[in-house]
């Protein structure tokens, strides 16, 4: 369980970066600035993926060894 929470959080750090990058610097980049219902929040968003990967990296810390 603990390698499920931290690939989730790998890959919602990754996203959320990605989506950040696309905002600031204009590289299509990331899945966050193709998902339609999503636009005007793109920012937002990302940096909700980015505190989502440092929770679950807290959570898969805490379970301890399995």
């Known amino acids: ?3 499920f929470l931290e690939v989730l959080g790998f890959l919602a750090l990754v996203q959320g ?3 950040l990058v696309h905002e600031f610097t204009h590289w299509r980049v ?3 600035q193709r998902v ?3 636009d005007g ?3 937002y968003v990302s940096g ?3 505190v989502l990967a ?3 990296f807290a959570m898969a810390e805490s ?3 399995d």
Do not use: C, D
Request: charged share 15%; net charge neutral; proline share 4%.
């Open 1 to 3: 369980m603990k390698e």
């Open 17 to 19: 970066v990605l989506g």
């Open 30 to 32: 990331g899945l966050v």
């Open 36 to 38: 339609g219902f999503l």
């Open 41 to 43: 929040y793109e920012v």
């Open 48 to 50: 909700a993926l980015v």
């Open 54 to 56: 440092v929770a679950l």
């Open 63 to 65: 379970r301890g060894p």
